[in-house]
């Protein structure tokens, strides 16, 4: 078969890296790729979004399968765009139409969604701003901290989550009507804060059957115990310690089936991956949010834990036989560390010269923002890499990731030694 994935980050080289080993393979392309998925496959320079490229491309490439790694092309309609056209209708994508991704696009529509069908989350209200009086008032109603939510796709930029009352309402305004977040706020979710330990549980459906993969937990602030801005991620681990057997037995009963059953319920013919951003709350689940594809760097730790074929799983979930594939997982700890810019997750420099790789021994460097210049690799992102290592436990795992970190090198480089500081 020949496949192309869309996507230039650390997913889509752990997609990359994990589909070049099947033997259904025949060649792989990425699109546009980095330094690392070039190294596996050939990098195609085509834009994410740019769909008539992209059809040029698979019909003069013979590609065989589409799998779809970040959600802007899914939201955007890619995969409605496939069937729609006759020469590529029967080219399968991996990953949901414009209906399903909604789940991603909309917080609204994802809280209305998981209210319907009984899945267990958090109380919310949605506002614009011709009600932002009620808006007030709501807030008025909930317990600090305040969830403030862009409805739209913010690039991950779009939750607020503030301990002042006034603070919150004057957040509230500047989203609805001053257009803080652009039009992604022009709806605002807000919602009861859970309490509990957040983790991560991601599903493959082929729309009817579907399969759990491993469990992980990511770290998202840039300081050292949790502390500071925001970013994509820091690192992960999986398994995670405190999601027992028990615990991911309730996430199946009351967050996946119901899930899975209100897509059909509600006619939404869903292929692909679905993120369940979980709160563990004294061993209840609660739904956090949904993403319509796998985290990054979550996707690092959980691909190489997954021992089966997972361009054979692709397959399944195409022609939705994916109930008849065999679904192994590695029982040891991952652990992923995350390399990054200077400055980031504000403003910081690109183009710095990467050293060190082939001195990488015991860990899977996983490419997220990088690219060949010449005989160099040089950042070109917030997120540079992810080394992903095995151990017999958390601690173990840490210690070749930490490791290897020293080893690579560029200017400004950054990265949190205390990823599973929680756990250990």
């Known amino acids: 078969m020949n496949v192309l994935i869309l996507g230039s980050g650390g997913r889509e080289h752990a997609f990359a890296w994990k589909i070049a080993q099947s033997k259904k393979l025949k060649n792989l392309f990425i699109a546009p790729g980095n330094a690392g998925t070039a190294a596996v496959g050939t990098n195609v320079n085509v834009g994410l ?49 414009k209906d399903g991704a909604e789940l991603e696009g909309s917080k609204e529509f994802s809280k209305k969604f998981m209210q319907k069908h009984g899945v267990p989350t958090a109380r919310y209200q949605s506002f614009t701003k011709t009600n932002l009086e009620e808006g007030y008032a709501f807030l008025e109603t909930l317990s600090p901290p305040y969830v403030l939510k ?27 009507a001053e257009a803080k977040f652009g039009a992604a706020s022009t709806t605002v979710v807000i919602e009861e804060f859970l309490k509990g330990i957040e983790l991560s549980v991601f599903v493959l459906t082929d729309g009817n059957s579907y399969k759990i993969l491993p469990s992980a937990k990511d770290y998202k602030r840039i300081g050292e115990g949790d502390t500071g801005l925001n970013t994509g991620g820091m690192g992960a681990i999986s398994p995670v310690p405190f999601a027992t057997p028990d615990f991911l037995a309730k996430v199946e009963e009351q967050v996946v089936k119901p899930t899975i059953a209100g897509l059909k319920a509600d ?5 692909g991956f679905i993120f369940i951003g979980l709160m563990n709350d004294n061993g209840n689940p609660s739904v956090v949010e949904y993403n319509v594809r796998m985290g990054d760097p979550e996707t690092e730790v959980v691909i190489p834990r997954i021992k089966s074929d997972l361009l054979d799983l692709f397959i399944g979930v195409s022609n939705q036989t994916l109930h008849e594939k065999t679904f192994e997982v590695d029982e040891r700890t991952a652990t992923t560390v995350m390399l990054v810019s200077g400055g980031y997750p504000e403003d910081y420099e690109k183009g710095k010269v990467m050293t060190g790789f082939d001195c990488i021994e015991n860990s899977i460097a996983f490419h997220a923002g990088t690219k060949q210049d010449g005989k160099h690799i040089v950042t ?45």
């Open 49 to 97: 979004n740019d769909f008539e490229s992209i059809k040029k491309f698979v019909l003069e490439s013979n590609v065989n399968m589409v799998v779809v790694g970040p959600e802007d092309p899914l939201v955007n309609g890619i995969h409605d765009y496939f069937l729609a056209d006759e020469q590529l209708k029967n080219i399968p994508v991996i990953g949901p139409k």
């Open 150 to 176: 862009a409805d739209g796709l913010a690039a991950g930029k779009g939750v607020l989550i503030l301990n002042d009352l006034q603070e919150a309402k004057v957040e509230l305004k500047n989203m609805v």
């Open 267 to 271: 006619g939404i013919d869903y292929k």
């Open 380 to 424: 070109s992102g917030g997120r540079v890499l992810a080394l992903t290592s095995f151990g017999t436990d958390i601690k173990d795992a840490l210690s070749k990731s930490f490791a290897n970190a020293k080893k690579i090198d560029f200017d400004k480089k950054y990265y949190r030694t205390d990823i599973g500081f929680d756990l250990v």
